[in-house]
Every structure is written in C-alpha cells, then in structure tokens.
C-alpha cells in the first residue's frame, strides 16, 4: 500500500488525487491536505461569483472525495502546524498544490495608499475568504480603477458594475453585496499597459460586459490598428478584439462606465491619506512587444484601485522557491516531493488547465513508486497522531458537508447563499 499527500484541495489537488487513485487503484490512500476545513480552493475563493457553471466543476472534485482510496483532511496547516519533511516521513510522496494566492506587486510609489488593494483581496472578500472578510474596500467615491488586462481585471469590474439583481444565482457573500449594492462607483478604468491585441482577456468573459444592466464598456477607437491586422490573430485573440472594437458601436446610455484604457502604464497612486489618483504614462510597443513608456503623462481619478497584474505561490519552509512558484523539474521538486498547478507552473491557464498537469505529475509518481509499496509509511494514522500531539484537530469531508449544509440552509429566499467568512464560523458549526 502506497501513501500519498496532496497539499492544497484546489482544482490542480483533486485533478492529481483523480489521477494518483486512477494509477494505484486500492494499492494507495490519497490524503488531500488543506489549511482551511472547507475544499476547492480557487473554485470556492478564486472563480467568480456569478459564474456557477465555472463553480460546477466541484461535483466532479465531490466523487473524488467520496471514492474509497481518498480523503480530506482539512483544518491543517503544512508549514505550520506540520513541517513538509514530517509529511515525507509519513508519505511515499508529497504534491504540492497550493496555488497562488498572492497578489503580485506593481512596485510602484503610492501602491501602499489606503485604497490601493490587490485582485486577491477583493476577489477573497466578495467569495468569503475569511483572510478578506474584513477588507471594506472604499465603494463611497465614483472612480475606480483596475490595473490589468486578463480575465481577473474583467471579474473585478464586472463586480463592480453588476447590479443586486444581477447577482442573483450567485454565491457572492452578503457583506459584499450590500456593500457594492450602495457602492457610488459610476466610472471603471481598466489600465492595460499594452494595446488590443495584447489583452489576455478571453471572448466569453468580454462578452458578457455588452450585456450588463446598469454599466457599458467604453473603448478608444484610435486605440486599435487598422482591422486588417487583425487577421493574423489567433481565433480566440481575435474574437477578443472583435468584441472590444464592438464596444464603440454601443449607445453609452447607462449609468456606469466600464473605460479600457490602453497603453497606459501606471506610475505611481497619489492622494492625501488615501488614494485620489494615478499617475498613468502612455505606452508604445518596443520590438519585443513590451510596454515601452512614451514620456506623456495624464492622471485617472481613483478612489479605489485594483491591481490584478498576477499571483504568487506562498513559500512554506524548506521548499526551494524562486519567482513567485516552487522550483521544479516537470513538477519534480526533490525526491518524492512534487509540485502541480499554479504552484508548479505559475498563475496561468484555465482550471481545466490542471488536469493534464496533475495526471502528468501522478504518471511520474507511478513510474517511480511502483505500487507494492515496502509499507514503512504510516500515511493519515500517523499524520492524526502528530497532529493530535501538537493540540491541531483536523476536520474531514463529512465535516465539510455540515459546513456546506448550514451554508445552504442559511441563504434567504431569493438572496445569494450565504457563505460563512470566518474560519471560527466554520469551527463553530463542527462545534469545536
Ligand atoms: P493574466 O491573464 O496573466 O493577466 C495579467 C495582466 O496583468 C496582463 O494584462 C498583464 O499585462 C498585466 N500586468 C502584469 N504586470 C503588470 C504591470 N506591472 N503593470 C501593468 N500591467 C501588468 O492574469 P490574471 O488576470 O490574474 O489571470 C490568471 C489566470 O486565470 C489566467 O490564465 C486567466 O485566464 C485565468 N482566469 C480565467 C477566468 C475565466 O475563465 N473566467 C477568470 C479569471 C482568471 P502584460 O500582458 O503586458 O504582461
């Protein structure tokens, strides 16, 4: 019998425990790790709240909890409450699928500004993590603006413009939708520093800002090449900047603007006390296709900005670890210690991206651990018994399913469901 730990129960930890319990059958236990007592991380914290089909991805991560060979083992943290050489001791192998919660820095002055928050918190605040349940991010000014041109920039304006209506379905918390029901935000600025064709926004997620109640995107003619360049464009690319030249066509008679300003790179955020402005230098492609600054400077009204210019992994003791992920051959760390997902690769791809990633890592695995196993490893009987040692008490799946039945059970008639945002909450329902 084989042991084996996935820390971080994420989209790219349940892909690899799918694909370990697929490889070994009933000659292995899979242990899925994570610090907090409810699963599926970036789905649960990460994926947008009015996106549910995105979210319906957990059923699939549900049969893989509720197979014979794996577990949840929740409520622990690896780095603090066990070290990663513990877990070696006690596993044949170690997959590191912590994804990447951190919000990379802009490195500019002002970024320290009351006011100035990254993608992280505000996406973990309006999906109840509890780390950002007590953000209050300033909603009382009428600029806002989001540094970025990827999908996470688009989630956080879509928020910011929907109306309460339109959160209906979803499974944003309470705190945020009364919050951003009051919000006086009337102006959006999405920042690019590059142009149209460089946008890592996808067609779907562009798509939807034609349609929304109470706010219209706004672009810059001027802004794009002739249409002749973008043939060459590669299909998904080019339907992108078709639907954002489509925007110019839109009657502007809402009440709320949604402005993508492109070559537009942020040079510093000012204000007295709080942020009021940034300072943006317009840009021009160098050969490289970089962002080169032209020199030219203007200023954006902000009361609240948004970086969401990428993530980073968290470090945990002991594990090398350079820009921003683990450092890894193919997902090999060390010996027995793997790395999957965004830990492994960094903060891009789609959550369906982690499947090849986790079966990849789990073929490895098998090719070097055959499935008779030498049995020295002790697996979750050991890992319960030091963790019962240093006072830490680990929930498990059935205990998630409490969690998430007092969830569902709470949400008014006709309101989002009412996630619990503190981990006390959590704790409180298990009656610990
Ligand atoms: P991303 O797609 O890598 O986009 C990051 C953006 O930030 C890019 O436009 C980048 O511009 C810009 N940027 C980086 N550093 C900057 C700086 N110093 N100053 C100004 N701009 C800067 O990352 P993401 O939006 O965080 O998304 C992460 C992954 O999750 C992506 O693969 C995304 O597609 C996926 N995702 C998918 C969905 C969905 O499917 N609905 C939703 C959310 C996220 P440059 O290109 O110039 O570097």
Not at 247 to 265: C, N, T, W, Y
């Amino acid at each position: 019998m084989r042991h084996f730990a996935v820390v971080g129960s994420g989209p790219a930890g349940f892909y690899t425990a799918e694909a370990l319990e697929k490889a070994y059958g009933d000659q292995a236990r899979i242990d899925i790790l994570d610090r907090y007592p409810v699963p599926y991380g970036l789905i649960r914290f990460g994926v947008a709240p009015d996106h549910q089909s995105l979210k319906a991805v957990s059923k699939r991560y549900d049969k893989v909890a509720e197979s014979a060979g794996v577990d949840f083992i929740g409520n622990v943290t690896v780095g603090a409450d066990i070290s990663v050489a513990d877990l070696l001791d006690l596993y044949d192998a170690v997959i590191l699928a912590t994804g990447a919660p951190h919000d990379r820095k802009l490195g500019i002055p002002g970024e320290d500004l009351p006011g100035v928050i990254g993608s992280a918190e505000f996406v973990g605040w309006y999906n109840g993590h509890p780390e950002f349940a007590d953000l209050d991010p300033f909603l009382d000014g009428t600029h806002a603006v989001v540094v970025g041109a990827g999908n996470v920039a688009l989630d956080c304006a879509r928020i910011l413009s929907k109306t309460r209506h339109e959160f209906e379905g979803s499974d944003i918390v309470g705190h945020a939708l009364d919050a951003l029901d009051h919000s006086a935000i009337r102006t959006i600025t999405i920042l690019g520093r590059r142009g149209p064709h460089q946008v890592a926004m996808t067609p779907k997620e562009l798509g939807e800002l034609g349609h929304l109640e109470d706010a219209v995107p706004v672009v810059e003619p001027a802004d794009f090449p002739p249409i002749e360049a973008d043939e060459p464009l590669e299909p998904g690319l080019r339907k992108s900047v078709t639907l954002l030249r489509g925007f110019a066509d839109l009657p502007q008679d809402k009440a709320k603007h949604m402005v993508f300003d492109f070559f537009a790179k942020p040079l510093r955020a000012e204000g007295d006390g709080k942020v009021e402005r940034i300072i943006v230098e317009r840009t021009e492609l160098d050969e490289k296709g970089s962002a080169r600054g032209t020199g030219d400077t203007y200023e954006v009204p902000a009361s609240l900005v948004i970086t969401a210019i990428g993530y980073s992994t968290s470090p945990i003791p002991d594990v090398p670890f350079e820009g921003g992920k683990f450092v890894n051959e193919n997902g090999r760390i060390a010996d027995r210690l793997y790395a999957v997902g965004w830990a492994r690769r960094g903060p891009t791809g789609t959550i369906g991206t982690n499947r090849p990633d986790g079966y990849d890592v789990a073929e490895q695995i098998a090719a070097s651990l055959p499935a008779q196993g030498s049995g020295d490893r002790e697996g979750a009987s050991g890992l319960k018994r030091l963790l019962e040692s240093r006072g830490v008490m680990p929930t498990d799946y059935d205990d998630w399913r409490k969690i998430e039945e007092t969830e569902v059970g709470n949400a008014r008639p006709g309101s989002p469901r009412e996630k619990f945002v503190r981990h006390q909450d959590w704790l409180q329902v298990l009656g610990r």
